[in-house]
Nanobody, 124 residues
Framework: QVQLVESGGGLVQAGGSLRLSCAAS????????MGWFRQAPGKEREFVTA????????RYLDSVKGRFTISRDNAKNMVYLQMNSLKPEDTAVYYC?????????????????WGQGTQVTVSS
């Protein structure tokens, strides 16, 4: 069992930055691939980025490449999402998720555990 708690969301102007954090419980954190998803009102949950178990592989949604960076610290059971050059279309609830087998890393169905989400609002 893994419990995930996100933090760091908030209101920011377009062009600004935010850093989201995800704290994971459990002693097996390093055995999980980790991802960030987002969901805007009236839209489906969308893949944003993912990182492999040892941090050696990452994937990004095309629209966030060059602006967002995912990282993890297995010693601290933490995953981070650095978001720069934010745009109003980045506004959503952002969720951290953990995947045991990390096969379908870009699909919500590929994840076993989810956090409660943190709101990110980007004003124009």
């Amino acid at each position: 069992q893994v419990q995930l708690v996100e933090s760091g969301g908030g209101l920011v102007q377009a062009g600004g930055s935010l850093r989201l954090s995800c704290a994971a419980s459990g002693r097996t954190f390093s055995s999980y691939g980790m991802g960030w998803f987002r969901q805007a009102p009236g839209k489906e949950r969308e893949f944003v980025t993912a990182i492999g178990r040892n941090g050696g592989s990452t994937r990004y949604l095309d629209s966030v490449k060059g602006r967002f960076t995912i990282s993890r610290d297995n010693a601290k059971n933490m995953v981070y999402l650095q978001m720069n050059s934010l745009k109003p279309e980045d506004t959503a609830v952002y969720y951290c998720a953990a995947s045991r087998d990390f096969i379908a890393a870009m699909s919500p169905r590929g994840y076993n555990y989810w956090g409660q989400g943190t709101q990110v609002t980007v004003s124009s």
